[in-house]
């Protein structure tokens, strides 16, 4: 090793000039007496003489352009050791195409004057020099994304559970499935969720939509099965057309989330919205916090269930208001009409717009109108940020019910800051006349709505040494002043050295004057760590009973992971035992879990998700949901299990090479980057970092280039049966030097082809060696290198 390094030492004083356009050559003398005392075979001089060259053929190289490292490319170096500038190159370079450039080696520094390059052997490093427009752009101009692209796909979630509990049982599946197609940046989705409970199957919130992005109009339009998408009114949803803002529509704009806390072991949340049932899925017990909840609208309540595996149930609500939305910035115009198309006793026509305006730097005026037959509403907001970090809205509807000769008014005042401390409020009241409608109210007639006032409030707190706190209130009071619901939820949490400490703390209270129940949840949690796995314990309080449990969760491999506990019920003195794995099975990912409880009750469930994309080139798997935009990774050689990180997480490639890159930010960089340890050993890659650009619905495309190299350790004799010498310069017939023996009788060589003829320099003239391999390599691609043996001659 230490005379390798000194080799490349000797070389790199005689060859660190930079490659000039003149291609002028000075060539260099090497001291043959000092090769030879190094152990080296002074014939490797010739190849190096005049100067800084690569070895031909493809190699792994660093690049850095502008002083900026670029990583790993895969150049292609020709018989004098200079380097190809070629398609493939450029793009991992990040180098525009030059107009002039059709195929093939592309003599760069010449056609750009002002660009420097570099090549550096001893270092394996090329440095370029050029101006920044030569470079691809990194801006968010309409004309650097990506566009068009055609793939047909469709996302599935399946789930089924059954518990049976003393007196009965219940089974319940569901199938939710998104699909479609993207051509040229149209898009058909059609979103379905089936579900079967006891026997008898339903399918809600069904959808069907063609979608596309108006670039010069900077909107979304939707046509076919959408909503009402009125910021102030509440719609519903229509067969008809909807357009709305580009930004509006990110998948960064409002931030939904759902907390809560299960009592049993894989109890069922459904959410729904205006009697829609829009998500549905298993939760351990404990607290719990889900997101990517898919809305009707942002102006409809969110009501809750918890499903728990003993039959019971428990209900709340997450008003609209504490939906996270930041109204402080006009967004542009939502317009939609159509037919309503939810089923309801009627279905008028119906149009609606909204919009918002920037009035003063620190004030914004927003207004809505939704008209149908019968039915007229009107809504006006003004959003003011009287203080610094603090934002208050104030918001007057007005609602005429011809239908049912009713007119009323409904206000709200909402008010966001955050305070010093790192304390943030969030707090909003509404107040309804009684003759007040929603649009929705007046197409059901057993449709109503009793309540008077809603108050919401939301703080939160997070501080070095106490920890973090959250808290929430949500209570509504009818007409009737004696009938009213509150719900109170309180968190808080702290990490310490070795331990993490948390509780949660719930409160409902529903019914009127005469039977008012409240209930209390409480949960405390504590959870030690130990490297990959980790012990929890806790202390769960509801009705008056006691539960105790402890439970350890860790992984098993690097994509499965399992959870095992048991729990105590003080009051009913028995033992309860759940368990659990989760999967990534790289094309697909799998759950399944299993509880008991007492000798009489026992549940089991399963969850199956993933995605599948149809292209051009097949059809590709997918373990995460594929989004609106995406894109189709390929590796130049067919190599499965590579795994890619991407913006939404991680995916693998399959027996072609391919893998989907599930979700691609639109308009904005998304980067894309190759695990390299997931890579045979024998293979590298270039560049393994792509930077992708696309416009809302395209199919992106993405290859990466990669070096296979069969590489092989060769045990050599000479006819009189003793061992190659050490040190001896390695050629091939035309005499380009390949490597240098490495030890009496071992020669090491990169890259190697199948038959090829090999002539060792001796001093007292040369042998040959003919080395034969099969076509296809004997070891696994977890090997560095093949073992061989041969007699040169």
């Excluded at 190096?48 to 190699?59: D, M, N, S, T, Y």
């Excluded at 109890?267 to 549905?280: C, D, F, K, M, T």
């Amino acid at each position: 090793m230490l005379r390798k390094t000194l080799l490349a030492c000797v070389i790199g004083m005689g060859c660190s000039q930079a490659v000039r356009a003149d291609n002028t050559e000075s060539a260099v003398e090497f001291d043959r007496e000092t090769l030879k005392s190094l152990g080296m075979d002074p014939e490797v001089a010739g190849y190096f003489a005049h100067q800084a060259r690569f070895l031909p053929g493809k190699r792994s190289v660093s690049l850095s352009i502008n002083g900026n490292p670029v990583g790993s490319v895969i150049a292609v170096f020709d018989e004098a050791g200079q380097l190809c500038v070629d398609k493939a190159f450029m793009e991992q370079a990040g180098i525009r195409l030059p107009a002039r450039y059709t195929d093939g080696c592309y003599d760069y520094v010449s056609e750009n004057p002002g660009t420097v390059m570099t090549l550096l052997p001893a270092q394996e490093l090329i440095t370029l020099v050029l101006p920044h427009d030569q470079l691809e752009k990194q801006g968010r101009e309409m004309g650097d994304f990506n566009a068009g692209g055609t793939a047909g796909l469709f996302n599935y979630t399946f789930l089924t559970s059954r518990s049976n509990y003393d007196g009965g049982h219940s089974d319940y599946s569901q199938l939710m499935l998104d699909g479609g197609l993207n051509v040229n940046d149209w898009l058909f989705r059609s979103h379905q969720l089936i579900s079967q409970s006891e026997g008898k199957y339903s399918s809600q919130n069904s959808q069907n939509y063609l979608q596309r992005t108006l670039i010069n109009w900077k909107a979304t339009m939707k046509a076919g099965e959408v909503s009402l998408n009125n910021r102030l009114l509440e719609g519903s949803s229509i067969y008809g057309i909807e357009l709305a803002p580009e930004d509006a529509l990110s998948e960064h704009a409002d931030a939904v989330q759902v907390t809560g806390i299960a009592s049993t072991a894989q109890a069922r949340v459904e959410i729904r919205q205006q009697g829609i049932l829009v998500y549905s899925t298993l939760v351990p017990a404990g607290p719990f916090t889900l997101t990517d909840i898919p809305l009707r609208n942002y102006t409809s309540d969110l009501n809750v269930t918890v499903q728990e595996t003993d039959g019971t149930q428990r209900s709340f609500t997450v008003p609209a208001t504490l939906y996270g939305r930041n109204p402080g910035t006009p967004a542009g115009y939502y317009i939609s009409a159509g037919r309503v198309s939810d089923n309801y006793d009627k279905r008028p026509w119906v149009a609606s717009i909204s919009g918002g305006w920037r009035i003063a730097p620190s004030h914004n005026a927003s207004a809505g109108i939704l008209v149908a037959d019968g039915y007229q509403g009107i809504g006006l907001s003004l959003d003011s940020a009287l203080l610094p970090q603090t934002l208050f809205t104030l918001q007057a509807n007005q609602s005429v019910d011809r239908s049912h000769a009713l007119q009323g008014q409904k206000y709200q005042l909402t008010a966001s800051t955050a305070l010093p401390l790192d304390l943030s409020l969030t707090a909003s009241v509404i107040k309804k006349t009684a003759r007040y409608r929603d649009f929705t109210q007046t197409l059901n007639h057993s449709a109503s709505d009793h309540n008077k006032y809603e108050y919401s409030l939301g703080i939160g707190w997070s501080n070095e040494f106490v920890g973090t706190m959250s808290a929430s209130l949500y209570e509504t009071r009818a007409y009737n002043r004696d009938d009213r619901s509150r719900f109170v939820s309180v968190n808080w949490g702290k990490s310490f050295d070795n331990f993490s400490l948390s509780t949660s703390w719930q409160r409902q209270l529903n019914g009127g004057q005469s039977a008012q129940k409240s209930e209390d949840t409480v949960f405390i949690n504590l959870s030690i760590p130990f490297g990959r796995h980790s012990v929890n314990g806790w202390s769960r309080q509801q009705k008056g009973q006691d539960r105790y449990g402890l439970n350890t969760t860790g992984q098993l491999t690097e994509d499965t992971t399992y959870t095992l506990g048991t729990e105590r019920d003080a009051q009913q003195r028995q033992n309860n035992v759940t368990a659990g794995i989760n999967s990534n099975l790289h094309y697909a990912q799998l759950s399944a879990n299993v509880s008991t409880s007492g000798s009489r009750s026992n549940s089991y469930s399963g969850t199956l998700q993933g995605g599948v994309v149809a292209h051009s080139n097949g059809v590709t798997l997918s373990p995460l949901s594929v989004r609106e935009t995406f894109a189709i990774a390929q590796l130049d050689k067919p190599v499965a299990g590579v795994r890619l990180d991407t913006p939404q997480g991680p995916t693998w490639t399959d027996f072609r090479g391919q893998a989907v890159i599930p979700a691609v930010n639109a308009w904005k960089n998304s980067r894309v980057e190759i695990s390299t340890e997931t890579l045979p050993k024998n293979m590298d890659i270039g560049n393994g970092t792509r930077m992708l650009k696309q416009t809302k619905g395209s199919v992106g495309r993405v290859n990466f280039g990669v070096l296979t190299q069969r590489r092989v350790l060769l045990n050599v004799t000479l006819n009189n049966g003793k061992a190659l010498p050490k040190g001896i310069a390695i050629t091939d017939t035309a005499g380009r030097y390949l490597t240098t023996s490495v030890d009496d009788g071992v020669v090491f060589l990169n890259d190697v082809e199948g038959q090829k003829t090999l002539v060792a320099m001796l001093e007292e003239g040369t042998c040959r060696l003919t080395l034969s391999l099969p076509e296809v390599t004997s070891v696994d691609a977890g090997s560095f290198y093949e073992s061989a043996k041969g007699v040169c001659q």
